[in-house]
C-alpha cells in the first residue's frame, strides 16, 4: 500500500510560480510511475503531467505544455510539480497518483491518490 502526501499549493497571482511536491510511503517507490492529475469545480478530472518509473519518460497535457515540468527522485521517494507563468485557469485542486505500470496518462490506470493540494491563481 503507498501513501502519498502533497504539499507545496497555494494562493499565486497569474504569472507566478508554484512549486508542488509529492511525498511517498509504503511501498517501493521506483516500482511506480508516477502522474499529477487536477481537478477544477464542476469540471472533470484532468490528467497534468505523468512520469516514468526511472524519469526516463514524461507526459504534460496541451494545457500545461511548456509551463509545468514533472520530476521525480527516487532516492527521496518524491515527485514535484514546477508550475510557472500560472493562469487562472490553472486554479484546481492538484492530485498526485501512483501507477503500478512503467508510466500512464489515463487516471483509471492509477491504484494510488493523494488528498490533494489547492492550488488558487488570481487574476
Known amino acids: 500500500q503507498v501513501q502519498l502526501v502533497e504539499s507545496g499549493g497555494g494562493l499565486v497571482q497569474a504569472g507566478g510560480s508554484l512549486r508542488l511536491s509529492c511525498a511517498a510511503s509504503g511501498g517501493t517507490f521506483s516500482s511506480y510511475g508516477m502522474g499529477w492529475f487536477r481537478q477544477a469545480p464542476g469540471k472533470e478530472r484532468e490528467s497534468v503531467a505523468a512520469i516514468s518509473r526511472n524519469g526516463g519518460a514524461t507526459y504534460y497535457g496541451d494545457s500545461v505544455k511548456g509551463r509545468f515540468t514533472i520530476s521525480r527522485d527516487n532516492a527521496k521517494n518524491t515527485v514535484s510539480l514546477q508550475m510557472n507563468s500560472l493562469k487562472p485557469e490553472d486554479t484546481a485542486v492538484y492530485y498526485c497518483?501512483?501507477?503500478?505500470?512503467?508510466?500512464?496518462?489515463?487516471?483509471?490506470?492509477?491504484?494510488?491518490w493523494g488528498q490533494g493540494t489547492q492550488v488558487t491563481v488570481s487574476s
Open positions: 497518483a501512483a501507477t503500478p505500470t512503467w508510466y500512464a496518462v489515463v487516471s483509471s490506470s492509477y491504484n494510488y
